[in-house]
């Protein structure tokens, strides 16, 4: 995932820089804290909050089970 195209969906394109400048990439990034995005100067709550919202949405897709449908298939050969 390209955490600048990520920051620009999320319309907080203006934390791009501050961001690379501390190489969140898409390793560090869900594992964000509030404490983690005051450190980076994410000073507004609202701003915030809607990192925090999104960063708990990719905890949730990267934790979700895959369903049947997207399971390998096995082969008996």
């Known amino acids: 995932m390209d955490v600048k195209d990520w920051l ?3 319309g907080l394109e203006q934390y791009e ?9 898409d390793a560090v990034l ?3 804290t509030v404490e983690d995005l005051k450190d980076l100067g ?5 701003n915030r909050r809607k990192l925090l919202d999104a ?3 990719l905890r949730a897709e990267a934790s979700a089970p895959t369903s049947l ?5 096995v082969t008996n050969e």
């Open 17 to 25: 820089a501050t961001f690379r400048e501390n190489e969140i990439d």
């Open 42 to 46: 994410v000073g507004s709550v609202g």
């Open 30 to 32: 869900p594992r964000l």
């Open 55 to 57: 960063i708990a949405a």
């Open 8 to 10: 620009r969906r999320l």
């Open 69 to 73: 449908s997207d399971a390998p298939q």
